[in-house]
């Protein structure tokens, strides 16, 4: 089958080499020349293990094709996927679907065989009725249907993500749009992925549901993690304990610096204002957008207190390890870093800092921090060590190499990577989230 993909970045990119490499034949297509033409050297514009890989392989097999023009690249597909941005709109925070609606109007303007347009940008609920009427009104001549088809990538893991999936989930009304997405899907659902079929808006509205209930999870383990620093409790207890009970489960419980990328707090944005445009609030969400913000600026102020409160932090160093808002991406997007770091900068701390992939987005994002080579560069006579990001690399730090070379054993781990004993026992002043 062929399977056009509009748009190239993080999501098409990806679902466009996974399908190439179920057999499909998969054309990219992107209206940026400069990304093509890297694309077709073997350039990746995004760091993600694998994909360099997954994509070399496929080229090479002749399943996968890189363009700029679109007429061409759709033609003879039997399914058009739109995976374009839909970045939160100036001002406030509707999603911006300016780049969906000009790629209908071009898919829908060149179309000349039937063919399933499918959405995969994270939409808000009615836009594929609105892609739908862009779509008849630029070629009221041809057979086509819209369908929603979400996708569920974790950045750092979109490739094992997408190759097995909890679930795909397809939202059409047109039994021949289910039956070509059952043949897209095919390898997939071969291999046990329950296909969910649902109508469009449900596809769309699930998209943004599970998003927004991952989002309250996180946010509610670090409200309790700032519970059971007060009382004297162990905040990761508290999620083997809950976790444990099926109904509740025990993913998304790691307690941390709050969270960011560029998903939860776009799509978490973009709910409150569907839920407000069609008047049913849905305030758990409200007030987790706001929790988690003011959690971002309040870790910067959990670093101060640990350099010994505001007037004893002015003129100090600390080193913040990690900046990219998770690991295996240098996706800088909402980064807890962002905040951190201005907290300190902002009470006169001098921030160095070392990030494995993220240092060249954050350079400008954080203009007063200075970017170190490697961790302990940036350790060198720093006054506190402030692990932001988990990355394997920091794991396993050599403790009694950074005690030698800090001017003081303060460690401040956001991420909840350090035994407290151990690293009190290596004679660090130590502190985390949700545990004392
Ligand atoms: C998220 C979802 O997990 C994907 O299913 C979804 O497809 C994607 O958004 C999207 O909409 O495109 P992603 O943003 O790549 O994926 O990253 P996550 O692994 O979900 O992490 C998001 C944030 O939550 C990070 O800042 C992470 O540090 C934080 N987090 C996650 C926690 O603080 N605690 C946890 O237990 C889990």
């Given at each position: 089958?062929?399977?056009?993909m509009?748009?190239?970045?993080?999501?098409?990119?990806?679902?466009?080499?996974?399908?190439?490499?179920f057999?499909?034949?998969?054309?990219?297509?992107?209206?940026?020349?400069?990304?093509?033409e890297?694309?077709?050297?073997?350039?990746?514009?995004?760091?993600?293990?694998?994909?360099?890989?997954?994509v070399?392989?496929?080229?090479?097999?002749?399943?996968?094709?890189?363009?700029?023009?679109?007429?061409?690249?759709?033609?003879?597909?039997?399914?058009?996927?739109?995976?374009?941005?839909?970045?939160?709109?100036?001002?406030?925070?509707?999603?911006?679907?300016?780049?969906?609606?000009?790629?209908?109007?071009?898919?829908?303007?060149?179309?000349?065989?039937?063919?399933?347009?499918?959405?995969?940008?994270?939409?808000?609920?009615?836009?594929g009725?609105?892609?739908?009427?862009?779509?008849?009104?630029?070629?009221?001549?041809?057979?086509?249907?819209?369908?929603?088809?979400?996708?569920?990538?974790?950045?750092?893991a979109?490739?094992?993500?997408?190759?097995?999936?909890?679930?795909?989930?397809?939202?059409?009304?047109?039994?021949?749009?289910?039956?070509?997405?059952?043949?897209?899907y095919?390898p997939?659902?071969?291999?046990?992925?329950?296909?969910?079929?649902?109508?469009?808006?449900?596809?769309?509205?699930?998209?943004?549901?599970?998003?927004?209930?991952?989002a309250?999870?996180?946010?509610?383990?670090?409200?309790?993690?700032?519970?059971c620093?007060?009382?004297?409790?162990?905040?990761?207890d508290?999620?083997?304990?809950?976790?444990?009970?099926?109904?509740?489960?025990?993913?998304?419980?790691?307690?941390?610096?709050?969270?960011?990328?560029?998903?939860?707090?776009?799509?978490?944005?973009?709910?409150?204002?569907?839920?407000?445009?069609?008047?049913?609030?849905?305030r758990?969400?409200?007030?987790v957008?706001?929790?988690?913000?003011a959690?971002?600026r309040?870790?910067?102020?959990k670093?101060?207190?640990?350099?010994?409160?505001?007037?004893?932090?002015?003129?100090?160093?600390?080193?913040?390890?990690?900046?990219?808002?998770?690991?295996n991406?240098?996706?800088?997007?909402?980064?807890?870093?962002?905040?951190?770091?201005?907290?300190?900068?902002?009470?006169g701390?001098?921030?160095?800092?070392?990030?494995?992939?993220?240092?060249?987005?954050?350079?400008?994002?954080?203009p007063?921090?200075?970017?170190?080579?490697?961790?302990y560069?940036?350790?060198?006579?720093a006054?506190?060590?402030?692990?932001?990001?988990?990355?394997?690399?920091?794991?396993?730090?050599?403790?009694?190499?950074?005690?030698?070379?800090?001017?003081?054993?303060?460690?401040?781990?956001?991420?909840?990577?350090?035994d407290?004993?151990?690293?009190?026992?290596?004679?660090?002043?130590?502190?985390?989230?949700g545990?004392?």
């Amino acid at each position: 089958m062929k399977i056009a993909m509009v748009g190239s970045g993080y999501v098409g990119l990806v679902s466009g080499a996974c399908f190439a490499d179920f057999g499909h034949d998969v054309v990219c297509i992107d209206k940026d020349p400069a990304k093509i033409e890297s694309l077709q050297a073997g350039i990746m514009p995004i760091y993600e293990p694998g994909l360099a890989e997954l994509v070399g392989s496929n080229v090479k097999a002749g399943r996968l094709t890189f363009t700029t023009d679109l007429a061409s690249g759709i033609d003879g597909a039997a399914a058009i996927f739109i995976a374009v941005g839909t970045p939160s709109r100036r001002g406030d925070g509707h999603a911006d679907l300016s780049f969906v609606h000009a790629v209908a109007r071009e898919v829908g303007e060149n179309l000349r065989q039937p063919a399933v347009i499918v959405t995969k940008s994270t939409v808000p609920v009615g836009t594929g009725d609105e892609v739908e009427r862009i779509l008849r009104d630029a070629n009221p001549g041809v057979k086509f249907a819209v369908a929603s088809n979400p996708e569920f990538l974790r950045e750092g893991a979109a490739i094992a993500d997408f190759k097995r999936p909890d679930r795909i989930v397809i939202g059409t009304e047109d039994e021949w749009a289910r039956q070509v997405m059952s043949e897209v899907y095919r390898p997939l659902f071969l291999n046990k992925a329950p296909l969910l079929f649902t109508s469009r808006r449900s596809s769309e509205l699930i998209k943004y549901a599970a998003n927004a209930f991952l989002a309250v999870k996180i946010t509610f383990i670090n409200e309790m993690a700032d519970l059971c620093e007060k009382v004297g409790a162990d905040v990761q207890d508290i999620s083997r304990g809950i976790g444990m009970d099926g109904r509740i489960g025990s993913k998304f419980l790691h307690a941390g610096p709050g969270y960011g990328g560029s998903c939860f707090p776009k799509d978490t944005l973009a709910l409150l204002k569907t839920a407000e445009d069609y008047e049913a609030p849905t305030r758990i969400i409200e007030a987790v957008v706001k929790v988690n913000d003011a959690r971002k600026r309040a870790m910067g102020r959990k670093v101060i207190e640990a350099l010994g409160g505001t007037d004893a932090a002015r003129g100090k160093k600390a080193a913040l390890l990690g900046l990219t808002f998770k690991p295996n991406t240098d996706d800088m997007r909402d980064a807890p870093s962002i905040a951190v770091a201005q907290t300190l900068t902002d009470a006169g701390v001098s921030v160095a800092a070392y990030d494995p992939e993220g240092m060249d987005l954050a350079k400008p994002l954080m203009p007063e921090v200075a970017m170190q080579p490697n961790a302990y560069a940036a350790i060198e006579g720093a006054d506190v060590v402030v692990i932001v990001t988990e990355w394997d690399a920091f794991r396993a730090l050599d403790l009694d190499r950074i005690k030698a070379i800090a001017r003081t054993p303060v460690l401040v781990d956001l991420r909840n990577v350090y035994d407290p004993a151990e690293a009190r026992a290596k004679g660090f002043a130590y502190s985390s989230v949700g545990r004392v």
